[in-house]
């Protein structure tokens, strides 16, 4: 019953496909055992449990939206990137709502390649508010603040809570303005 080529990284692309199809909650050991067309039992060569799959289904989207967010401030600087960024992390939001949902929003201490991917993230935004000289506990402040109003707007919008006929990118741009009118002035290139 052994599936040819199980890896850890094959059991983890299986629970994203669980998620993307079912949601968070679908994903047991049991349900990947059963797309992978083996036993229960031998998942465990690969996961030690269901709570290491899910950190590894966290790592997996906090990877995949670290990579989103640096390829959309690449090269831009100031109001461009912080937009840039905004939008990127908006648009994966919306776009994989059962992957953002299953990612684990504080890592454990025990969560090392969990607390790593995370810091992936934040060093994104720690990397785009330089562009506005804010530097160390100014810039974490700031990074908290986007990932608050991001985070919030994209998963209320993918849960359909904006019910009223108003564009929801309109808002969102009224968002990025107000978050960036409390930002001192970009830094001027040299």
């Given at each position: 019953m052994a599936r040819a080529g199980l890896s850890r990284d094959a059991v983890v692309d299986l629970a994203l496909r669980?998620?993307?199809?079912?949601?968070?909650?679908?994903?047991?050991?049991?349900?990947?055992?059963?797309?992978?067309?083996?036993?229960?039992p031998s998942l465990y060569k690969h996961v030690r449990n269901l709570a290491e799959l899910n950190t590894l289904v966290s790592v997996r989207v906090m990877d995949e939206l670290a990579d989103r967010l640096r390829e959309?401030?690449?090269?831009?600087?100031?109001?461009?990137?912080?937009?840039?960024?905004?939008?990127?992390?908006r648009d994966y939001v919306t776009g994989n709502?059962?992957?953002?949902?299953?990612?684990?929003?504080?890592?454990?201490?025990?969560?090392d390649e969990?607390?790593?991917?995370?810091?992936?993230?934040?060093?994104?935004?720690?990397?785009?508010?330089?562009?506005?000289?804010?530097?160390?506990?100014?810039?974490?402040?700031?990074?908290?603040c986007l990932r608050s109003a991001v985070h919030g707007f994209a998963v209320l919008e993918s849960g359909g809570a904006f019910g009223l006929p108003l564009d929801l990118d309109a808002s969102y741009a009224l968002l990025?303005?107000?978050?960036?009118?409390?930002?001192?002035?970009p830094a001027p290139r040299p």
């Open positions: 669980i998620i993307d199809e079912e949601g968070a909650a679908a994903v047991t050991l049991a349900a990947v055992a059963g797309r992978a067309g083996v036993a229960t959309a401030v690449l090269g831009r600087s100031g109001d461009e990137a912080l937009r840039a960024c905004m939008a990127a992390y709502p059962g992957r953002y949902a299953a990612v684990i929003q504080a890592a454990r201490p025990e969560q969990m607390a790593k991917a995370g810091q992936r993230v934040i060093d994104i935004m720690l990397a785009t508010f330089r562009g506005y000289g804010l530097e160390g506990a100014d810039a974490i402040h700031a990074a908290r990025a303005d107000m978050i960036i009118s409390g930002l001192p002035s």
